[in-house]
């Protein structure tokens, strides 16, 4: 299958401070990668959706000045949270969707866990 | 909208047993694909198996198979010859076009030595 690979996996910051994870499609291109958070022995909850060269489409309930989508090439989205709380502390996925031979799947990053102090 | 469920909390099977966890979908939609992911405690999301609803035949992987009932909107997962590395949280999905996936709740499955 195909590698999508987050960075980083483990953050810890402290109240206020700004911090960006970075997802990557590694051997395919992706016009289409989503961000997720999950919340401990729970479902993924999707926040946004991001396509390259757009503007991230959001939840409902999800603050698009808090969380901060680019996705400026083909291989890479990054999600900033902006002026972290302890709140937003989290586990964050994202997923590439990868369509070839039209087939569709959508692979997913190892995750982010982020621990606001 | 569509809809998920994955009515079994939690499951357990014995070691080289076979076990089959449910999943229900709702769709008005007629081309989709519905996946199976696992969930190890790492938290990374693996998938397992992925199916075409215009593919009338199962989709099956190694020990892995699926029943897929798009008149009943079912899709089960049956894992065969159970191993301990199996255990872990299993999402249901549902997916189609540009969308987002639409997930179950999970079914947490524990494999007894």
């Known amino acids: 299958g195909a590698v999508v690979s987050q960075h980083p996996s483990w953050v810890i910051c402290k109240s206020g401070t700004s911090v960006k994870i970075e997802c990557r499609s590694l051997d395919f291109q992706a016009t289409t990668m989503f961000w997720y958070r999950q919340f401990p022995k729970q479902s993924l909850m999707l926040m946004a959706t991001?396509?390259?060269?757009?503007?991230?489409?959001?939840e409902q309930g999800v603050e698009k000045d808090k969380f901060l989508i680019n996705h400026a090439s083909l291989t890479l989205s990054t999600l900033t949270v902006t002026s972290a709380h302890p709140e937003d502390s989290s586990f964050y996925i994202c997923s590439a969707r990868d369509y070839r031979d039209y087939q569709e799947t959508q692979y997913f990053g190892p995750g982010t866990r982020l621990l606001v102090l | 909208a569509q809809t998920v469920t994955q009515s079994q909390p939690e499951m357990s099977v014995q070691e080289a047993e076979t076990v089959t966890l449910s999943c229900t979908y709702d769709t008005s939609e007629s081309d989709y694909y519905l996946f199976w992911y696992k969930q190890p405690p790492s938290r990374q999301m693996i998938l397992v198996i992925r199916?075409?609803?215009?593919?009338?035949q199962n989709a099956t992987e190694n020990r892995f198979s699926v029943n897929f009932q798009k008149a009943a909107k079912s899709f089960s997962l049956k894992i065969s010859d159970s191993q301990l590395g199996d255990a872990a949280m299993y999402f249901c999905?549902?997916?189609?076009?540009?969308?987002?996936?639409?997930f179950g709740k999970g079914t947490r499955l524990s494999v007894i030595a």
């Open positions: 999905a549902y997916g189609g076009g540009n969308t987002p996936l639409v």
């Open positions: 199916q075409e609803a215009y593919k009338q």
């Open positions: 991001s396509n390259e060269g757009s503007k991230a489409t959001y």
